[in-house]
C-alpha cells in the first residue's frame, strides 16, 4: 500500500463508538460508525446479534443514545452540522422517527436525562439563555428552571423524584455549581465550592432509593470524585493515592465506582468498592481509553487506542466487543513524550516521527478545547503528516486539562497569548535539539487550535514558515457577537467579562490585531454552518488579508464545526498537506 493510500485508509476504514446500553434491558445498545462513510447512529440487539442503522443524513449525526427500558432510541437532528435542533426518537426495534418531545422549539442542547417512566429531563441554549424543561408521556412540557447565565442538565435520579442541575448562576461558567431540585421545581440542596473551583454532576447512583449524585471535584488542585447525598447533606469525598486526574462512574449495582486515571496523556481503570475502599487496578493497555462502561455482569467494556494502533472496543473478558466491517486501519509510529522548561513549569509535548534522521519539517498541531489536551490515542490527521514525512509535535500547552486545575486556569485573563508562550519554548527546543528543521515549520490547529495558529502567525512572525487556521476564531469581538450563548458565557469566565467589559483583553488576544504583522502563507478551513467560531468574523479576517496583500488561501464547507462525511475529511488532510509541501518547497 503507498503513502498515499496507507493514510487516506485510515480515515476510511470503520470505526465503532463505545457502545452505550439500556439499564434497564442491557442487551441493547447504541453506538455510533462511519461504516457507510458517514458518522451516523446503530442499534445493536446483543441477544440476536441484529445491528441496525438508525439516522441517515447526508452531513451525518452525532448525537445519540438509548432510553433506560431499551424501547426508544433518542437523537439529535439538527440542520447541516449547525447544532441548533430538537430531539426525536424511533423505536429500538424500527419505525418512523417522531419528535421526542413536541413543543419545545429548536435551540442548543443543554443536557438530556430520561427516566424508565418515560419523563425526560431537557436542557436547551438559546440566546436568552438555558432552560430546562419536563416532559412526561401524554403531557405538555414545562420549564423546571430558567437563568441568564449557562446551565446544563446534569441526570434524573433512580426514582425520578430528583433532577440535577449544573449552573454559573455566580457568573463562572468554567467553575460551576450543582442544584438539586424535585420535578415541581422545588430547590433541595445546593453545593458549591467557591470561586475558582468548580463542581461537575455526573450521574445519580442507579439503585432505586439512593439519592446520592456523584460529583466531579477539584477542592484539592485537580478532578477528583465525590458522593452527595443532597437529601441528608452527606459529602463523601473519594481520595485516592493516584497521581493524575480522576474520573470515575458507577457500577450497575452501586456497589462500586469505575475510576478512570489520566496522567501524562496516558489513562488506567480501577474498580473502587464503596464498602471496604479497595482500588484494584483493571488490566488495560498502555495508551487511550476514550470511553469505559461496567456492564451488569462485572466486565468493564472500553475504547482503547495507542499513537501506533487504531481504536478497539474491548471487554475485561478478553473479548473484542464490537467490530466494525472491513479492514482495518493501518497503524502508524509510536509517540515519544517531551518535557520542555517553559515560562510556568514544565511543558508536556508529544512527537511523531518519521523514519531517517532529523531535522524534519515539522508540524506543530495545537489542540482545540481549550479545556482538553493530547494524549497517546489514534490520530489518522497525525499519521497522515508522518507518512509524508513530516515530524509532528503537540503541546499540551497551559489551559491543557490533564495537568491539574491551576495549569488549566493559568490562561484566564489573557487566552490566546499564555499559550503561545509555551507553544514558542518547545518550538525553540525541538529546533535546538534538531528535531525540527527551523525552515520548515507549519503551525496549524482545529478550533481553539485554529485560534492559536492564527494568533500565533501575528503575535510570533518570524517563528513559523506556513500556517494553516482550521475553523477557528480569527476576530474576538465578532466572533463572541455570533457565537453560542453557552460559548459566551464560557468568553465572559475565560477573559473576566464580555467585549464591552474589558475591550482591551479581547483585542490583545485576537488574531486580527496583528493581521498586518503576518508573514507566512495561511490556509483559513471554515463551515459554513459552524455556531462555536461563525464564518462572518473568519470573513472578517480574510478581508484584512486580502486587503494587505497577505499570501492567503480558503477552503469552505458547507457543514457546522468539522465534518461527519468521510472523504470530506480526506478532502481537507489532503488539502493542508498540499498547502504545506507547496510552501516548505517539498513538492
Known sequence: ??????????????????????????????????????????????????????????NGTWMGGVDPTGEWIWWF????????????RLPFGGGPDEPAVPGLEPSYPAGLSVGSSGLAVVGRSTDGGTTIHVSRPGADPYVLYSHAEDAYAVGLSKDE?????????????????????????????DLWDGPGKGLGGLAFSPVPGDQRLLVEHERRGKPEPLLWDPVSGGVQEITLDL??????????????????????????????????????????????????????????????????????????????????PGPPAPGSVPVEDAWVPGPGGDIHALICKPEGPGPYPTVFDVHGGPTAYDADSFSPDAAAWVDHGFAVVRVNYRGSTGYGSAWRDAIEGRPGLTE?????????????????DPARLVLT????????????????????????????????????????????????????????????????????????????????????????????????????????????????????HGSLVVEERIRQVAATIDFARKHLDLT
Open 243 to 324: 497521581p493524575g486526574e480522576i474520573g470515575a462512574d458507577w457500577y450497575p449495582d452501586g456497589s462500586a465506582l469505575l475510576i478512570s486515571h489520566s496522567h501524562h496523556a496516558r489513562d488506567e481503570l480501577y474498580r473502587y468498592d464503596l464498602a471496604s475502599g479497595e482500588l484494584t487496578r483493571i488490566d488495560t493497555p498502555r495508551g487511550v481509553i476514550g470511553g469505559a462502561t461496567a456492564r451488569p455482569d462485572g466486565t468493564v467494556e472500553f475504547s482503547w487506542s495507542s499513537s501506533a494502533s487504531p481504536p478497539v472496543i474491548r471487554s475485561t473478558s478478553g473479548e473484542v466487543v464490537l467490530t466494525p
Open 420 to 436: 503561545l508562550e509555551d507553544i514558542k519554548a518547545v518550538r525553540d527546543w525541538a529546533v535546538s535539539s534538531g528535531l525540527a
Open 161 to 189: 423524584s430528583l433532577i440535577a442541575i449544573n449552573h454559573s448562576e455566580h457568573g463562572d461558567s468554567r467553575h460551576m455549581a450543582l442544584r438539586i431540585v424535585r420535578t415541581d421545581g422545588e430547590t433541595v440542596a
Open 445 to 560: 490547529g482545529g478550533s481553539w487550535g485554529g485560534f492559536i495558529t492564527l494568533l500565533g502567525i501575528g503575535v510570533q512572525p518570524g517563528d513559523w514558515t506556513a500556517a494553516i487556521g482550521i475553523v477557528p476564531v480569527a476576530d474576538y469581538v465578532a466572533a463572541y457577537e455570533d457565537e453560542m450563548e453557552a460559548l459566551q458565557a464560557f468568553d465572559r469566565s475565560l477573559f473576566g467579562g464580555s467585549p464591552a467589559e474589558v475591550p482591551e483583553r479581547y483585542e490583545a488576544s485576537s488574531p486580527i490585531t496583528y493581521v498586518d504583522r503576518v508573514t507566512a502563507p495561511v490556509l483559513v478551513m471554515a463551515g459554513e454552518n459552524d455556531p462555536r467560531c461563525p464564518i462572518r468574523q473568519i470573513d472578517n479576517y480574510l478581508a484584512r488579508l486580502r486587503e494587505l496583500g497577505k499570501e492567503h488561501e480558503v477552503y469552505r464547507y458547507d457543514a457546522g
Open 1 to 58: 500500500m503507498g503513502d498515499d493510500e496507507r493514510w487516506k485508509a485510515r480515515f476510511r476504514a470503520a470505526r465503532v463508538s463505545l457502545p452505550g446500553w439500556a439499564h434497564d434491558a442491557p442487551h441493547r445498545s447504541v453506538y455510533r460508525s462511519n461504516a457507510t462513510g458517514t458518522w451516523e447512529i446503530y442499534a445493536w440487539d446483543r441477544t440476536t446479534g441484529d445491528r441496525r442503522q438508525v439516522t441517515d443524513r447526508p
Open 77 to 88: 437532528s439538527d440542520t447541516d452540522g449547525d447544532e441548533f435542533g430538537v430531539w426525536r
